[in-house]
């Protein structure tokens, strides 16, 4: 029995032979077949860089991550205090390879973002560990600070300093403003210049689950209440050293681990308290706020909101890329079931060949929406970027699209992680073949940075705020919605399913379900806060009104945005990108069925008409899913899981390298 060549030229080679073996005796004699292959044919390189900025880059890190302490397969079954340090190890010898410069971040964002999305394709703990030093903690020296923490780059830049972020409470995540942790300051004497005074003043005000704090972060950005003789400012943030040289916990400073998690149990999260913990007047990262010398509060901006908002948003790229991560998370779960999909067989015609699992409708509909939803997802991932790092940043605006991506973006991803792991069997359930890990492990971007059910409730919030001028007079709003809805109606009417055809129909009606449930939340708001009803518990009761609110606001926007964030403009009109932008609308629609027949006044025959037009993008798309994929660009060193190369011989028993413990045993239970 022959083995697999271990290296990535092989493997590509052996998986499009079985495909094309499938797809041309499928297609060789269907003349209509071969003409929308040509039709829409296309090259994975060029539609790559439609998907990716700064190439080059992510290539140059794909290329590190060749060197063996990077190999994926290390850590399976490695114990918590090893899995640890093999994360730490890999984190300095990205630094030392000098490919990652945090001062990117300030000078060419777009390029810093590129280095580190490259990462979230590796294992989940070295992206999240890596991510927080290089993005959150390094992102906060350089945008919150000042010339006073110029002196601290360089070690960070080496990984000397080794940073975390410290945030999250014990007693609070989310609501950020009602965070415990003190900071006081103490006027000078003539022995001691002004300072501050860091304190946990209760068990619930210890900072709690931070990411590299656990064992080996020596230096953190920590937020905290400020407080100046005895008035209270707000929640400020401050560069705090937490460990000395020898890496123990410097004096006023105690540190706890949280032990196993649910997965990326490479990071070392801790738990942290002050105990009267003196800290210089430099430790405040005062680019939108300072305090003088002499204890004198100032800042340009007024009220502690505006203060907040403004540290927030020198944070969004993290936000923007956690949900460009997770879409990472996605394409690569995607990629390994379409690669087993398109070689294995199941069942079929008595008589005949099995069927390779791609073929079946059942697998088409599961899977290729999810295609879609990856290269939809990845556009307005671009756009957002381009938008948050430019220098006319509108914080309010950008601030909703980055809760927009990484919520809807986290939960496309478990999604799809989930359903790839089921179109898999049994193979998608082994360590090995990546996808039930990756699930595992990226759950947690669900409530990272922000949990998804609050940050729906902002964008629900923003919405709502963009509009108010026309909801001020809810009767027009709702006749001019009705006089949209009859015209939509009539046009479906008039054209019958031909009109999914048309891409402005659909448009239409994703902009008319958002504006249908916006009027809903609106007058039921006023409704009940008429009848006495406080806003806030007016607004708790609606909150399902407000997630649907949230999601078909998301799902327009992600829309409108499918052309604009191609990189590059030449491949806006490949017919294969304007059938996967179809596919994502129709697939929106028939998830949210119940609202295009409620709320947009529809017939019922519109369900029928939308899957028959899915069945038929189906069909197109089915010769060109492995090349969909692979411009995904992910490497082969990086998609490591047996299942999408040649996985028959990878499990053969002459394979030994593969099957060392059932070897043993049967060695053992024979003597």
Known sequence: MKTTKNNAESRTHILLNQLSNSTLSNNNNNNNNISNFEKYNFCPNQLRKTLDNHIEQREQIYELFKQPIFDLNKQIGLSLPEFRNLTHQRCATIAKSGKVDINLFVTEPLKFAALLEALSYHDCSLQVRFGVHAGLFSASVLKMGTKYHQKYIQDINDFKIKGAFAMTELGHGSNIQQLETKAVWVNATDSKPGHFILNTPTETAQKFLVGGLGEYGNMTIVFSQLEINGKSYGVHPFLVQIRDD????????????????QGANGIDNGRLWFDNLVIPRESLLNNFNDVAPDGTYSSPLSSPAERFLANMGALLGARINVGISANNIAKLGVLIALRYGSTRKQFGQKGKPETTLIDYASYQSRMFPLIATCFALNFFGNIAKLEAYSSQVNLKEQ??????????????QNDALQISRECCGGQGYLAC?????????????????GANHVLYQQVAKSFLDTIKDQLIDLETFEQNLNESKAQLKNKYELQGHQVLFDENFSAEALRLRRDSLAYQLASSLMQQTSNGVHPTNAWDNLMDLVWKLSNAFTEHLIYIKFDEGQFDQRTVSLPILKILKRLFILNCLDRDIEAVLVNLNLPNSIIIDVRCEMREIFKIIRPFALQLVASFGIPEHMIAAPIASDWQSYW????????????????????
Request: hydrophobic share 35%; with cysteine.
């Open 246 to 261: 020898a890496g123990n916990p410097i004096t006023g400073v105690r540190i706890a681990d949280v032990g196993p998690k």
């Open 652 to 671: 053969a028993y002459s394979n030994n390298k593969n099957n060392q413990t059932h070897l043993c045993s049967a060695t053992k239970s024979n003597q």
């Open 433 to 449: 073949n990546r996808i039930g890990v990756l699930r595992a492990d990226w759950d947690m971007h669900v409530t990272v940075d």
């Open 399 to 412: 601030h909703t699209y980055a809760a927009c991506i990484k919520v809807y973006a986290s939960f496309f």
